[in-house]
């Protein structure tokens, strides 16, 4: 109970660290607006982003200097596309033709040229799996599947254990399962006793790979290899290694829970509801003339065989625009299904990367003027001379596709889509923030009250993240330096001092039900003192950032005291605000930051 009221003294760090440890803080949040608000949006995203002259600049700035860089290129076609979900426009539109070009392939670059996708292909069985989901349980077992690998033989070091290896453990490359066929040393010729090893029979050595006129795999030579040849990596679950081999089971384990074939289901459930008219699986185009080939190419037509499911999609800059709209409007997944695809499944020994379902992911704390966390979902591929990347970023409803081949995107210590993302990223974010506090300065940034209750809080903004929550009053009653108060334990401790450095900012949760949309505020607890201190003790980074600990904790009568309702009017711009718990509406009577 001592732990409780706290707050209202000078609390030790031994006690600082208990109020972290039970949750029971009488305020709404332990940490400072500069250093941890909640993970994820911490404004409603800009509407138009389009319209906005620093998102305007940011992409003029990016194709400016893909003008520049592309002007070198000889043999290299790039097209690039970035859009926004909440537009019909893309915000990029970038296409670059070569002068050297196979005469077989697209003569004029631009976004209805297809390239192919190489391993942006493994998205497209994992999301049929996770779409199949009445069908396909995400913890079953790629053997209940796929019946080849059923009775495998026994041995931890040898053998994978095809009955630990779920779905999920194959689509987000945990499973342990070896990584690649197609590059087996002993199919193709060459001279590797010269190297130290040892001669295989022609009855021993791998009968298919699919370089180098030795042909694709089978889907029998595949699971033979895999149950009898192969072995594993890891126990399952133990540590993630990306693998060809286990998305290609994805897509068999997608025929055998549909009893169709996987391409039927791609297109049925992905590519025709998405628009990608111009998206092949395991084929070339119908008109060549539509696909770029660098010139004198051989591999923009190599067969991948049973690995498709891994590599062997044709897409277009359109198509893949037109996939990341269908994904963020929610029209592949259900909202809280795309969601769910859209989080970490696995971490990496790099801090600033996680793998996802199969996504690898980015994480990073300085894309953003305020120096919070932003996740990027990326997918990237590169067959020989093509190369591409497809990102999603949920929280600002935009994507990115760069597709490119030839010699001058080829090679280099940097994928050449990995410097395109670098590139473009950092302004793009910056710039849709800044577009972002504009739309919420028209829209929201105000002043409310019910003055016949003597009632009213303010709203404004500065630098920090999400909206300024000041002057808060409910019935006379000055909410914010008393939150101690709000407490059980402290409601009649009339003594409790007040604190008046104490800040409290609102954040949007997407919870939205017609002209109404929940917010949640966050406030001070931890002073910077404070802060250091339980930083400096502790042995992991940011350790007094416990936001997701701390709201919804303070309740009265149910509704929680960090808990908004906004209510819009048809002009789109917040007409009264709910405190919920007060169970009082208060009305605009300041319009935007220059009444404040």
Not at 23 to 37: D, E, F, I, K, R
Not at 82 to 105: C, I, M, N, W, Y
Not at 460 to 471: F, H, I, R
């Amino acid at each position: 109970l001592k732990a409780v009221t706290a707050p209202a003294s000078q609390p030790t760090m031994r006690s600082s660290l208990t109020l972290v440890a039970t949750a029971t803080l009488a305020a709404l949040t332990a940490a400072t607006p500069y250093q941890c608000p909640p993970l994820g949006p911490v404004l409603p995203k800009a509407k138009s982003p389009s319209t906005h002259p620093s998102v305007r600049a940011a992409v003029s700035a990016f194709i400016a200097a893909l003008e520049a860089e592309t002007a070198t290129f000889n043999g290299s076609a790039v097209s690039i596309g970035v859009k926004s979900a909440l537009e019909d426009e893309p915000l990029v539109d970038f296409h670059f033709t070569p002068q050297d070009r196979d005469q077989r392939g697209a003569q004029v670059v631009d976004k209805h040229t297809v390239y192919r996708l190489a391993s942006v292909s493994k998205l497209f069985p994992v999301l049929a799996a996770l779409q199949k989901g009445d069908v396909i349980g995400w913890e079953d077992s790629v053997a209940k599947f796929i019946p080849e690998l059923r009775d495998a033989p026994k041995g931890a070091l040898d053998y994978h254990d095809w009955e630990e290896i779920t779905v999920e453990a194959a689509a987000v490359h945990i499973g342990g399962i070896a990584g690649e066929m197609t590059t087996d040393g002993a199919a193709y010729p060459g001279d590797w006793e010269a190297l130290g090893l040892p001669p295989v029979s022609d009855e021993d050595k791998p009968t298919c790979g699919g370089f180098m006129d030795v042909p694709a795999c089978t889907r029998e030579e595949f699971l033979s290899v895999m149950k009898d040849r192969r072995p594993p990596i890891y126990p399952a679950y133990q540590s993630p290694v990306y693998s060809n081999l286990g998305t290609t089971l994805v897509g068999l384990v997608v025929e055998g829970a549909t009893n169709k074939t996987f391409e039927e289901v791609l297109f049925e459930s992905i590519l025709d509801p998405a628009g990608m008219g111009n998206t092949t699986y395991g084929k070339l185009p119908e008109n060549l003339e539509t696909l770029f080939i660098p010139t004198n190419d051989t591999y923009y037509k190599h067969p991948l065989g049973v690995f498709d499911p891994a590599g062997g999609m044709y897409s277009s800059t359109a198509d893949m625009l037109n996939f990341g709209d269908a994904i963020l409007q929610n029209r592949l997944l259900s909202p809280a299904k795309t969601r769910k695809w859209l989080k970490p499944s696995s971490f990496t020994s790099a801090p600033g990367s996680f793998v996802g379902k199969p996504w690898e992911g980015i994480v990073s704390d300085n894309l953003t003027a305020d120096g919070r966390l932003v996740e990027l979902y990326t997918k990237g591929g590169d067959l020989i001379s093509y190369h591409s990347v497809f990102v999603v970023v949920p929280e600002y409803d935009i994507t990115m596709s760069v597709l490119v081949a030839g010699p001058e995107v080829s090679g280099g210590l940097f994928s050449y889509y990995q410097l395109k993302v670098n590139e473009l990223f950092p302004p793009l974010i910056k710039a849709l923030d800044e577009a972002a506090k504009d739309d919420a300065r028209k829209e929201i940034v105000g002043t409310y009250a019910d003055a016949e209750t003597n009632s009213s809080l303010t709203i404004s903004m500065d630098d920090g993240w999400g909206l300024l929550l000041e002057d808060w009053y409910m019935k006379g009653f000055e909410v914010i330096p008393n939150l101690s108060r709000y407490i059980f334990l402290g409601v009649n401790e009339t003594e409790l001092p007040q604190n008046r450095d104490r800040t409290a900012r609102l954040y949007p949760t997407g919870l939205t039900e017609g002209n109404r949309t929940a917010w949640r505020a966050l406030a001070d607890t931890f002073t910077p003192e404070m802060r250091d201190e339980i930083d400096n003790v502790m042995f992991y980074p940011n350790a007094s950032c416990v936001s997701w600990l701390t709201m919804d904790r303070t309740t009265y009568n149910y509704k929680a005291l960090d808990h908004f309702e906004f209510t819009y009017g048809e002009d789109g711009k917040v007409e009264s605000v709910l405190p919920k718990p007060f169970a009082l509406s208060l009305t605009r009577v300041g319009e935007g930051s220059e009444d404040l």
